[in-house]
């Protein structure tokens, strides 16, 4: 019999689901991936749908996948863990999905059951439940973002019909894959807290909801969101139920029984894989073991299509504009607050593929024998004091929490060449980097004392802008050896707490052996450290300047526009 000790981690991100084989120590074995759909409505840019049907068959796919290409036995799996995005899954009490599509199939069965994390459609009903004065807004930063499920529960229930409102059951789409997993409908504390308005220490509010018209919620006991008993919230990697379904294990190629770990919201798990990382230092050794307390000094910037920005603390900070304090999210006694950036990724995407010199820049790739993004940088030659950008085209997620601001470019020229678009691939990166100390400052005025950010996700193989994020933060980026599969990682770190969980743990003793875990898995991190010279760090300081002070304009501007209109 085989003694190795492999655990599973699956991600789900925006567009694709990622399985990872992993061992003892955290080295990948084996990966897989499978794109997911993503329904958008032409006649309304707000709407993203997904389906969790597809979803589970693309886990299936994957995971089977990667025990087929690593050739193991199933029983050598000993841990599975699941992270996924914030979205709203909607399904009947059998499980079964309930259509989020407009129309009058909303509230039906339907495969399209997901609302999606950048799904902005609930913009009116956060406008009212932003209007209200709640101790659930204290937790969010102020400001409820409509990203989160509430905002996106209300506009369902305005749009289905009362029976078909009342044979929902919401989850966070994390919380929904450990349940299609074991059959046990519990909740992560992570989703819980993050996305779904309860209240740490105070749990599910029946004020609030009956003040922004979900009376139905309260009147079942909060049947339709779930974790109404203590023991069905659940901490990071707590194992859900008797592991894997035999139904569900039929379908991954696993044992039944395989245990499970409570899921992450996927910023988490990147948090989870990168944060315990060491690294060298500069002479060349490994930089040593340090005590749990020092992630409260470490920043994790998740960063893909959005970047979700996630620290901890000891005790409760509130941050205007960021979202938390929330409570016990991973670690159980610990606070955590989330910032984020709604479009980064997806920005320089959207500022390389719309310029008028696209096709001679991939053309100069092909030729180089190099990807797009080293392609523009050999060509940036020019300074970037006369071009300003403000870089919310999708509205700012933190630390203003305004759906509504949106993108500005000042310094425009008729240029439309490829040393143009240098330029504004530049002036972009620029952009996100004095966004991200806009948030690392917020979070330090606070309470917080970050004196680091740890990187995960595509953006961070990005060299330019992992060298504009020292420089404008002014502290170290570390970057650990897993960053396009951090959160991966993450996921099957909470499938190995789960396999060796014991229910007598003290939370001192839970806190010790899952950060231990994290550590012995997570690989040394390469760092880059703050290079600007002494007249470069002057002209961020006045770009920053020129930055926050954009912010002001448009809002001016808004309001300004808003009075002569009516």
Request: charge should be negative; aromatic fraction near 8%.
């Amino acid at each position: 019999m085989s003694s190795a000790k492999y655990y599973i981690g699956v991600d789900v991100g925006t567009g694709s689901a990622r399985a990872g084989l992993v061992r003892h120590d955290g080295t990948l074995v084996a990966s897989s991936s499978r794109d997911i759909t993503t329904w958008r409505d032409p006649q309304d840019h707000r709407i993203y749908e997904q389906s969790s049907t597809e979803i589970w068959d693309s886990i299936a796919f994957v995971v089977r996948d990667v025990l087929a290409e690593a050739k193991i036995a199933p029983a050598d799996v000993k841990g599975l863990g699941f992270d996924a995005t914030c979205s709203t899954t909607v399904t009947d009490f059998n499980g079964d999905p309930v259509s989020v599509t407009k129309g009058a199939g909303v509230g039906q069965r339907g495969t399209r059951n997901i609302m999606l994390w950048a799904d902005h459609r609930a913009e009116k009903e956060a406008e009212f439940i932003n209007s209200q004065r709640s101790i659930v807004l204290d937790y969010v930063g102020g400001t409820m973002s409509l990203e989160m499920e509430v905002p996106k529960i209300l506009w369902l229930k305005k749009n289905a019909t009362v029976e078909d409102f009342a044979r929902c059951q919401f989850f966070d789409l994390p919380d929904f894959l450990t349940y299609r997993a074991t059959g046990y409908s519990t909740r992560s504390v992570c989703s819980i807290t993050c996305k779904e308005s309860f209240v740490p220490s105070k749990g599910w509010q029946a004020e609030f909801f009956n003040a922004i018209g979900l009376p139905e919620i309260v009147q079942n006991h909060f049947r339709q969101m779930g974790a109404v008993n203590e023991d069905e919230r659940l901490t990071a990697g707590t194992p859900v139920g008797r592991g894997l379904s035999k139904q569900a294990a039929d379908e991954l190629g696993l044992l039944e029984g395989t245990p499970v770990g409570s899921g992450l919201i996927d910023a988490y798990a990147g948090w989870m894989g990168t944060i315990a990382a060491r690294h060298k230092e500069k002479d060349g050794r490994l930089s040593t073991h340090v005590a749990f307390e020092e992630a409260g000094h470490r920043l994790a910037a998740i960063a893909g299509t959005s970047t979700c920005h996630v620290v901890q603390s000891r005790d409760a900070i509130f941050v205007k504009g960021v979202w938390g304090p929330y409570k016990d999210p991973v670690f159980p006694g610990w606070w955590m607050n989330e910032g984020g950036q709604s479009s980064t990724g997806q920005l320089i995407d959207f500022m390389i593929t719309t310029h008028a010199a696209y096709p001679e820049l991939k053309s100069v790739a092909e030729q180089r024998e190099t990807n797009i993004h080293q392609g523009i940088a050999e060509t940036w030659t020019e300074m970037l004091k006369d071009l300003h950008f403000y870089p919310d085209l999708h509205g700012n997620r933190s630390p203003i929490a305004d759906p509504r601001m949106r993108g500005s470019l000042v310094g425009m020229s008729l240029s439309a060449t490829l040393h143009d678009l240098a330029r504004k691939y530049a002036v972009t990166l620029e952009a996100i980097a004095l966004q991200t100390r806009h948030i690392v400052d917020s979070l330090n005025a606070a309470g917080h004392t970050i004196n680091s950010i740890y990187m995960s996700g595509s953006q961070a193989q990005n060299v330019a802008l992992m060298q504009w994020f020292a420089d404008a933060c002014s502290i170290p980026i570390f970057i650990p050896h897993s960053f396009s599969v951090a959160v991966v990682l993450g996921s099957a770190i909470l499938g190995r707490f789960a396999a060796e969980y014991r229910t007598s743990m003290s939370e001192e003793e839970h806190n010790r052996r899952l950060w231990t875990m994290m550590e012995e898995m997570t690989p040394p991190a390469t760092v880059v450290y703050p290079a600007a010279a002494p007249k470069e760090r002057k002209m961020l300081d006045a770009k920053y300047k020129i930055f926050l002070e954009n912010i002001d304009i448009q809002k001016r501007w808004r309001q300004e526009m808003e009075d002569a209109s009516k």
